[in-house]
Structure formats: C-alpha cells, structure tokens
C-alpha cells in the first residue's frame, strides 16, 4: 500500500502565505500524475494542482500565478507553496497520487491523503 500524509494547513489572512506537504511512503509506483485537490463544504472535490515526474505542471485557473506545486525527491514529498490566498481557497486539501504499483494488481490507481484544514479568514 501506499502512504500520503499531508501537513502544513491551518488558519491565515487574506493575502498570506502556506505550504502544505505531502509525505508518501510505502510501495513503489510507476507514477502517472501527482496532485493536490481541495473541497469546500458543498462543493465538489476539484483539481488545483498536477506535477509529472518530468516535472510539467499545471493548475486550476482560479490558483495560477498564486500557488505552486513541486516534488521534493529527497524528502519523499508532494509540496504546495500558497500566495497571496482569499477567502475562497478555504477548504479541506487532499494529496493525490495516481500510478501503477511495482508488485500486485498492475493496473493504474490514486492513492488518497487524509486532508488538511486551510482556513482564509482576518
């Protein structure tokens, strides 16, 4: 199986800064994508943010020019450095991982974090 454990979220003003990370441990992939998602309450889970192993990137309209996500191979980490946050980035923070493990079933699958509380407010 495979571990996410993410971190970093809590409360902050309009316009401050967070960086969320994600620890992955456990069995070996052959990695497809690595994401964070987020869902407010009575919202649908959407996608923010994705990184390839080759490293191409892409986000949600609404966080481009704001946040920014990253592998950090040496710590085994999936991270998301905030800018400038509103209001409207509060919500619940999920790591992804989608890939094919090594050993067992060989076919694709995503692996979930818990989530992380981040909370916009003065």
């Known amino acids: 199986q495979v571990q996410l454990v993410e971190s970093g979220g809590g409360l902050v003003q309009p316009g401050g800064s967070l960086r969320l990370s994600c620890e992955a441990s456990g069995r070996h992939l052959n990695i497809n994508t690595m994401n964070w998602y987020r869902q407010a309450p009575g919202k649908q889970r959407e996608l923010v943010a994705t990184i390839t192993p080759g490293g191409s990137t892409d986000y949600a309209d609404s966080v481009k020019g704001r946040f920014t996500i990253s592998e950090d191979n040496a710590k085994n980490t999936i991270d998301l450095q905030m800018n400038n946050l509103k209001p409207e980035d509060t919500a619940v923070y999920y790591c992804?991982?989608?890939?094919?493990?090594?050993?067992?079933?060989?076919?694709?699958?995503?692996?979930w974090g818990q989530g992380t509380q981040v909370t916009v407010s003065s």
């Open positions: 992804n991982v989608n890939g094919v493990p090594w050993y067992g079933v060989r076919s694709p699958n995503d692996y």
